[in-house]
């Protein structure tokens, strides 16, 4: 009889250490955890040119960074859609960098660079849509954080800006005011 009566608590202890083991090591941590590691995974899905992968890994970190606040989710975004840019999903690109500039702009906690950076994506996306008007006006606004960008970004927004230019040229718009 006694037997059964400690039985029952080491079994209580051990299922609980068993589940408590379970969800760490599923990765059951904070939610900024787990939408981190999901841009990770698609990020290196990414790389690893496991397209379908990583757009799932991204979907799965933007859904969750809805709970995490406005800079979560414009990273998150930013993150989607320059992974839709770089698949030549230019129009389902636009959204999520259209949403990414609007939440780092309302958060009010993303710095100039940041900002130039979603400007410049955005921007790239407008010109293969033949939105160059859309992409000038992102492409002046971004000024202020071009200095703050690394030197490979700052030579490649350098790049973006002389198309600009040539293309407005060529249709008659102006570029007065593109840095």
Do not use: H
């Not at 030549?88 to 609007?102: G, N, T, V």
């Not at 971004?142 to 030579?155: K, N, V």
């Amino acid at each position: 009889m006694r037997s059964k009566c400690i039985a029952k608590p080491v079994t209580k202890v051990t299922t609980v250490l068993f589940v408590a083991g379970a969800l760490l090591s599923f990765g059951c941590t904070s939610k900024k955890d787990t939408v981190e590691r999901y841009s990770r995974e698609g990020t290196a899905a990414q790389q690893t040119q496991r397209g379908t992968d990583a757009e799932a890994y991204f979907l799965s970190a933007v859904d969750r960074s809805r709970a995490l606040g406005p800079e979560v989710q414009s990273d998150t975004l930013l993150k989607l859609g320059t992974f839709y840019r770089e698949q030549a999903r230019f129009r389902e690109a636009a959204r999520p960098l259209r949403e990414s500039l609007q939440l780092g702009l309302a958060s009010g906690k993303t710095d100039d660079a940041g900002l130039a950076r979603r400007r410049i994506e955005l921007a790239k996306v407008y010109a293969v849509l033949n939105r160059w008007a859309d992409g000038r006006d992102l492409l002046r606004d971004a000024a202020p954080g071009l200095a703050a960008l690394s030197a490979e970004e700052a030579a490649g927004a350098k790049e973006l800006i002389e198309v600009y230019r040539l293309r407005l040229a060529e249709l008659g718009i102006g570029s007065e005011g593109l840095p």
